[in-house]
Each structure stands twice: as structure tokens, then as C-alpha cells.
């Protein structure tokens, strides 16, 4: 367990809200991602963040921006709801696993229709 | 541009062997491979990071060729418990260890 929250864990929302997604992580890792889900495409990284206010675009980050004022907290907002961003969503960070190397841990998810 | 995984999905009886592959067409510096069970998130299985390296999870091992820009999952005498989408995640150059995922391969074991 590496201490990842996400919440909500599920969403329902109408097209043209804006929607913020939180994740919190505890174990103050550096690195944090947003991933989105979605049948036929696997995970695909939305943005990412390394360290306090520094962001980076992932490979589908267009309608998507993200913040990150305190190394536990990286938000992700969408500026306004289109159907084709609902989706799961899933909040990761790279901590050292067991045996030395990086890995990814992820986050329960979060379940967002947008309708 | 995401790896290529293949087969996009397999159903085995149990006890049963199967291979995942995983293609890239651009450089691999390392390869992640991650299991998903329906509902849940990703877990991490192992990480490959040399070349022809091997690597081990229970009966669950893989290859790397960092040549070939390939890498394979073996699945060694399957268990119910194996069955779930299995994910290789490639990492490039940098250091902001950003993985790109492949589509998955469903797996399914059966009694």
C-alpha cells in the first residue's frame, strides 16, 4: 500500500461542468501521474507531475489541466465536462520498491461519466 | 507511441503456460509489467532493466531485449489467480521515469 486516496471515487456530472479530481498520496513521493482508462486503449498518461508546481503534458492531455501546491496533493481539473472524458481515472506515483528499483503504485480510481 | 502488446487476449485451462509480448518501436530503456484485475488498479509485477535480463514473481517471469526492443511475460503452469489484463509499460530516455502502457492482454484462466 503506498498510501494513495483518490476521491471522488465515482462521479456523475453534466457536459460543460467543470470537474476537479484529487489525489493524495502520503509517503511524500516526488513523482505523481494521472492516467485515464478506457476499453481498447490501456492507460494512457494525461499529465504528470516531478516535484512542488512542476507539471508536465502526458500523450492526452488536451481539455485536461493539473496543479500541484503541496508535494501530497495533485489535482486534476476538467476545465469543462465532454462526454468523451468519461472515463477511469487513475492517479500513480514511482516510489522504490523492495528491490531497489522504481516503480509504479497506483490509486483505487476514480469512475467518471459525464453525461 | 504506445508498445505493442500480443495477443490481445488468451484463455487458458489451468496449469497451462502462456507468453505476452511487448513491442516497441521506439528505444526501450526498461520494461514494467503490471496486472489489473477487473475493477481494481494496476499492480506492478516486475521491472526489467538490461538487456536479456530475466526476472521472477512467483511463476511469472520475463525477458527483455533491449536489441529487439522487445520483452515477454511467461506465465509458467497458470493459476486461477493469474487471470486479468496484463500491461507492459515502457520507459524512455529522461528522468521523470514517465511510463507509455501498452492496449493490455486480457488473460483468462479456467478450472
New interface residues.
Given amino acids: 500500500d503506498a498510501g494513495i486516496t483518490q476521491s471522488p471515487r465515482h462521479k456523475v456530472t453534466e457536459t460543460g461542468t467543470p470537474v476537479t479530481l484529487r489525489c493524495h498520496q502520503t509517503e511524500n513521493h516526488r513523482?505523481m501521474?494521472w492516467?485515464r482508462q478506457d476499453p481498447?486503449?490501456?492507460?494512457?498518461?494525461i499529465h504528470?507531475s516531478?516535484g512542488v508546481k512542476d507539471t508536465?503534458k502526458?500523450?492526452v492531455s488536451d481539455g485536461y489541466s493539473v496543479s500541484r501546491s503541496k508535494t501530497e496533493d495533485f489535482l486534476l481539473t476538467l476545465e469543462s465536462a465532454t462526454s468523451s472524458q468519461t472515463s477511469v481515472y487513475?492517479c500513480a506515483i514511482?516510489g522504490v520498491?523492495p528491490s531497489g528499483?522504481?516503480?509504479?503504485?497506483?490509486?483505487?480510481?476514480t469512475r467518471l461519466t459525464v453525461t | 507511441q504506445q508498445p505493442v502488446q500480443s495477443p490481445q487476449a488468451v484463455i487458458l485451462r489451468e496449469g497451462e503456460d502462456a507468453v505476452i509480448n511487448c513491442s516497441s518501436s521506439k528505444a526501450l530503456y526498461s520494461v514494467h509489467w503490471y496486472r489489473q484485475k477487473h475493477g481494481e488498479a494496476p499492480v506492478f509485477l516486475m521491472i526489467l532493466l538490461k538487456g536479456g535480463e530475466q526476472k521472477g514473481h512467483e511463476k511469472i517471469s520475463a525477458s527483455f531485449n533491449e536489441k529487439k526492443q522487445q520483452s515477454s511475460l511467461y506465465l509458467t503452469a497458470s493459476q486461477l489467480s493469474y487471470s486479468g489484463t496484463y500491461f507492459c509499460g515502457r520507459v524512455g530516455g529522461g528522468s521523470n521515469y514517465k511510463l507509455t502502457f501498452g492496449k493490455g492482454t486480457l488473460l483468462t484462466v479456467n478450472p
Fill in positions: 513523482y501521474y492516467y481498447g486503449h490501456g492507460l494512457r498518461l504528470y516531478y508536465d502526458g500523450e487513475f514511482t520498491g528499483t522504481y516503480e509504479q503504485y497506483f490509486g483505487p480510481g
